[in-house]
């Protein structure tokens, strides 16, 4: 039941005949439990704290250009309800028996990922039940285009698809990274198998997946390089994950359908060729580098996030959309928000792994926004706050490893 709950804050979804999303819905339960119930402690509350200035640099330049496009005050109302709808979810995971733990949490967020690929093969290889899934679902009008323009080319998840849904998976095998060098694994093969399923159908739904799966490597190489008895023990998973990586890809080629095949591995079937490591989602992506021409833009931005049909300057990049928007103000600010929570979090509880994972993390949304707008807070502000919730309550934040 816990992990149902914790999928619709991960992938909120608007159900027919209802309002407003389930993380919404949620946001509205945790205004509940701090106003009924006083559970919010009020010192959690400073992290508001880190949204107020790209709030002020948008206002700014919403009126310097007399657009008055406000989009990153929405922006900070978003992150708000976040907030309480993440408390909602501390209230349902802060409150299990005591030897439910940090690592227990990651694991409950690795496996809701899992679920969402799963789901996502099984609606894949059953249009029924896709069309099922898809009707007691509301979209607005470009999720419901995007989703029928790519049907049959690509695997399509449940309330999260493209770059959002590739952020999530990516950030999930980081986490199994974390797990891993953390000695919480009871069955090796059974979490190498997740591994690699959560990459593999990662992959079918948006190619954004590899990007974590190289942070997720990237962290694994890193951690105590020099160890021999981890240099050892690296290559042994390295060598299992490999192993269980070729039958999966195997699989595919045999089994699905050539067309979403070619589209998930267009760029090494292209690299393969020799027409180098590319893809046409990287060539167009290439195309989107374009930059302001006039000072003014670099100091308080155009004003302008989003057009009727399309972004504005076509470019969907994230650093390039913040630039255009407010500047080199705005570009900075979006990231105090992460940051502050990153440094609230570590300040409530560190420990030499945790902290390589959050800087990892932290690096992770950096890279992303090369390609698009992204953020992990609702991650971040979750952790925070069931961490502050374990800590302020006397609980154990990590037991002891299995070996």
Request: hydrophobic share 55%.
């Amino acid at each position: 039941m816990n992990l149902l709950i914790l999928f619709f804050y991960i992938y909120p979804i608007i159900f027919i005949g209802l309002p407003l999303s389930t993380r919404i819905l949620y946001a509205l339960g945790g205004v509940f439990l701090f106003i009924c119930q006083r559970f919010i402690d009020k010192r959690l509350f400073s992290v508001w704290w880190g949204l107020v200035p790209v709030a002020l640099c948008s206002v700014g330049s919403g009126i310097l250009n007399l657009t008055f496009d406000f989009t990153f005050v929405f922006y900070a109302f978003s992150q708000i309800a976040i907030f309480f709808a993440s408390h909602a979810m501390v209230y349902v995971f802060g409150r299990k028996k005591k030897n439910f733990d940090l690592s227990d949490f990651l694991k409950c967020f690795v496996y809701v990922v899992g679920i969402q690929s799963l789901l996502a093969l099984l609606m894949f290889l059953f249009p029924a039940l896709h069309d099922f899934m898809y009707s007691i679902i509301r979209l607005n009008e470009l999720e419901d285009e995007m989703v029928d323009s790519t049907y049959g080319m690509r695997l399509q998840g449940w309330g999260s698809n493209f770059f959002g849904a590739g952020i999530i998976n990516g950030l999930a095998l980081i986490l199994m990274t974390y797990l891993f060098l953390n000695k919480r694994v009871r069955r090796l093969w059974c979490f190498t198998i997740l591994y690699v399923f959560i990459l593999v159908i990662g992959i079918l739904i948006a190619r954004t997946t590899l990007i974590g799966f190289l942070f997720s490597l990237f962290y694994l190489l890193v951690w105590k390089w020099k160890n021999p008895y981890w240099i050892k023990r690296k290559m042994r998973w390295m060598l299992l994950v490999c192993l269980i990586l070729l039958s999966g890809v195997s699989f595919i080629f045999l089994y699905l359908d050539a067309k979403v095949v070619m589209w998930a591995f267009e760029m090494f079937i292209n690299y393969s060729s020799d027409a180098g490591l590319s893809s046409a989602s990287t060539d167009r992506l290439k195309e989107m580098y374009v930059y302001p021409t006039s000072l003014k833009t670099y100091l308080i931005g155009d004003g302008l996030f989003n057009l009727k049909d399309h972004y504005y300057m076509e470019t969907d990049v994230g650093y390039l959309r913040l630039l255009f928007y407010g500047g080199i103000p705005v570009a900075l600010c979006f990231f105090i928000y992460p940051y502050m929570i990153i440094k609230k979090t570590l300040a409530t509880y560190s420990s030499p792994l945790f902290k390589r994972l959050l800087f990892i993390i932290f690096l992770y949304v950096l890279v992303l926004n090369f390609k698009g707008l992204a953020d992990v807070n609702l991650f971040l502000i979750l952790l925070y706050g069931l961490l502050f919730h374990w800590v302020k309550n006397g609980q154990t934040v990590e037991s002891d490893t299995y070996e």
